[in-house]
């Protein structure tokens, strides 16, 4: 079992993850702040990617991955750019603080086992 | 053509395992098994090689809405067999992984993913395949986007991620025809 990092991000519960947090209940639980398509995404298309607009795009990458990371082992990203969580069910989210798009952050989600949801990117951008 | 694929130096110093005994590898510590971040040791009796699976900004993917998107694609870079492995994240152990057998051969598993809409292709190695005289072990990537590094024992890559995911994953939820085409070098 890897070291982890416990401290949590944000207003995260701490990093082990936990036993019931999978990722079909975390998307359960925030579906009403961001809607799920039928096809199991979030948020609206980009270009091989998808789209979350906000007016503080940073904020609500922050939420987002709290949300969906909750019950999450974390690990930090090397320098500064993000944290890598795994749930117990084996889906990897990671949130990239720091991408090649000014001023945008990612959150990356990877399904280890079928699910309501696909492997997607999110990048959240400032909404004009 | 946009060549996100091992260069010429890194196939050779794959090449030059074979013949040798496949001591180990080393990845993450973690209770899932099959994956490790970004980052695995292969390690031989008289080298290691170590394979990274890092993103890089590729500026041809530049959206009308300002977004650049990034690629994961393999690197590898050699070292001594005493260099202490140290996983791509940060506060995470490792673990060593023993195989002790004979490599017999590696493979190089490629897709070409053309996209006429858009106008570009994209080649990219996707998988690592060191085949022993017991077990064939891969090592492979999925989305574009993901860094992830899947290891898998006997398992045919199309079955792990087939072409088939390789098309959804570029077609932009089906706006995109694309066509991709997988081949397989052996080393």
């Avoid at chain 1, 492997?119 to 400032?126: A, G, R, V």
């Avoid at chain 2, 010429?8 to 080393?26: A, D, I, P």
């Avoid at chain 2, 140290?86 to 023993?98: A, G, T």
């Avoid at chain 2, 493979?107 to 395949?129: G, K, T």
Wanted: with cysteine; proline share 2%.
């Amino acid at each position: 079992m890897g070291a982890g990092y416990h401290g949590g991000f944000g207003r995260t519960e701490g990093s082990r993850n936990k036993p019931n947090y999978t990722i079909d209940k975390n998307v359960q639980g925030m579906k009403k702040y961001y809607p799920v398509t039928e096809t199991g995404k979030f948020g609206v298309k980009g270009k091989n990617q998808r789209i979350i607009y906000s007016k503080d795009q940073f904020a609500t990458a922050e939420d987002f991955f709290e949300r969906i990371a909750r019950g999450g082992e974390q690990t930090k990203l090397p320098n500064g750019k993000g944290i890598k969580s795994v749930l117990s069910d084996g889906t990897t989210i990671v949130y990239r603080v720091i991408t090649s798009t000014a001023s945008s952050p990612a959150v990356e989600i990877f399904i280890s086992q079928p699910s309501s949801i696909v492997d997607q990117k999110i990048h959240f951008i400032k909404e004009e | 053509m946009i060549n996100a694929r091992l260069t010429e130096e890194m196939t050779e110093k794959m090449r030059r395992l074979v013949g040798h005994q496949f001591v180990s590898y080393f990845m993450d510590d973690d209770i899932f098994d099959d994956k490790s971040y970004c980052k695995i040791r292969i390690k031989t009796d008289t080298v290691c090689l170590d394979v990274m699976n890092e993103v890089q900004t590729f500026p041809f993917l530049e959206s009308s809405i300002g977004t650049t998107e990034e690629l994961s694609c393999f690197t590898c870079q050699e070292c001594s067999v005493n260099t202490k492995y140290e996983p791509y994240l940060l506060d995470v152990k490792s673990k060593e992984v023993l195989v002790n057998e004979i490599i017999r051969g590696i493979s190089i598993v490629s897709d070409e993913i053309i996209i006429s809409e858009e106008n570009y292709s994209i080649c990219l190695d996707m998988a690592i395949i060191v085949e022993t005289n017991r077990h064939k072990y891969v090592f492979s990537r999925r989305s574009y986007f993901d860094e992830q590094i899947y290891i898998h024992i006997d398992k045919d890559f199309d079955t792990i991620y087939s072409i088939s995911d390789v098309q959804k994953s570029w077609n932009n939820e089906g706006e995109f025809s694309v066509q991709v085409k997988r081949f397989v070098a052996k080393l």
